[in-house]
């Protein structure tokens, strides 16, 4: 079993800054990317930003120069730094990992989930 467990959302004003963290435990082998989505009323889900497991670093449009994605490899856990924060970025934001148990099997695990309001 694998959970992924999110802090650091909450109401922010306009400018404002805010740290996302998700800790992923379980029996877990290796993990390959890892990432944060986001889902607004109404709205689909989508990507904010991703980070392998190498390091590597991919954004949306939307985010680019103000929100940056890191990851502690020994601790398994991804972070989101969100600066600049624009009432448009007001959504449920969600952890995603790739997980590969010893056995050789892997799962796609998603957060719970935690809301971000950013007030004009």
């Known amino acids: 079993q694998v959970q992924l467990v999110e802090s650091g959302g909450g109401l922010v004003q306009a400018g404002g800054s805010l740290r996302l963290s998700c800790a992923a435990s379980?029996?877990?082998?290796?993990?390959?990317?890892m990432g944060w989505y986001r889902q607004a009323p109404g709205k689909q889900r989508e990507l904010v930003a991703r980070?392998?497991?190498?390091?590597?670093?991919n954004y949306a449009d939307s985010v680019k120069g103000r929100f940056t994605i890191s990851r502690d490899n020994a601790k398994n856990t991804v972070y989101l730094q969100m600066n600049s924060l624009k009432p448009e970025d007001t959504a449920v934001y969600y952890c995603n990992a790739l997980i590969w148990y010893r056995s050789g099997s892997s799962i796609n695990s998603w957060g719970q989930g935690t809301q971000v309001t950013v007030s004009s």
């Open positions: 980070i392998s497991s190498a390091g590597s670093t």
């Open positions: 379980g029996s877990i082998f290796s993990i390959n990317g």
